[in-house]
């Protein structure tokens, strides 16, 4: 669980109202029905228009990321690899493929695979990063969904503001529906910023921050099963792993 991702969400909205309640606000002022199916809707319809459905379905499915990451685990994935060096040298490659039956990690089952089939270093290499980055596109690709919404709420708050001035300009003889209006007009505003700045972009920007995390650690994976194929060292290539863990 991610804890400053549940602390940054809580604070961002506790701030907002807090300083409303403190200034003298309500809390039902800053409720609005009319103004929430406006922007969420207009937002929501425009990114849809935006992108496929693969990769909208797919911005929903690491939308969970934020709050629980996936456990990447840089430093056993090392001793793994090392492991798998320390078989193929005293086994010879053949002796890898009861690994491959037990391996959970349908990207480094690929690589072993290659390895276990005789390829050459370079073909492995490529097979694998031929992957790598179609999946780094599309987690990509699938985090700009919320920069997007993030792009468009504000614009579409301003477009529920503005209806919310049309209705008073034509309820100016019934002062009874000028506060409704007003009301819609403001608070429009509001949550268009509001869900653009404390929700869209900061999870836009902390989906692709994880996904390059991701991305390294398949990298890792790639130069270790290469390093394999290439006859290295068990002991030099957990020095050469090494270099991708993030803590020192």
Known sequence: MDI???????????????????????????????????VVGGTLGATLLQFPPKVFLRSLRILSWIFVPQNLQLKKQIDKIVRWSSLARKEGLLGLESVIETEKDSFAKKGLQLLVDGNEPEVIRDCLEVELTTKEHLDTQAARVFEAMGGYAPTIGIIGAVIGLIHVMQNLAKPELLGSGIATAFVATIYGVGLANLLFIPIANKLKSLIF????????????????????NPRNIELKLSGFLLEK
């Open 4 to 38: 400053l991702s549940i602390l940054g969400v809580l604070i961002g909205f506790a701030a907002i109202i807090g300083g409303n309640l403190m200034g003298g606000g309500e809390l039902g002022s800053l409720i609005n029905f009319h103004a929430f199916i406006i």
């Open 213 to 232: 995390e991701a991305s390294q650690a398949r990298e890792m994976v790639i130069e270790g099963i290469s390093s394999i194929a290439e006859g290295e």
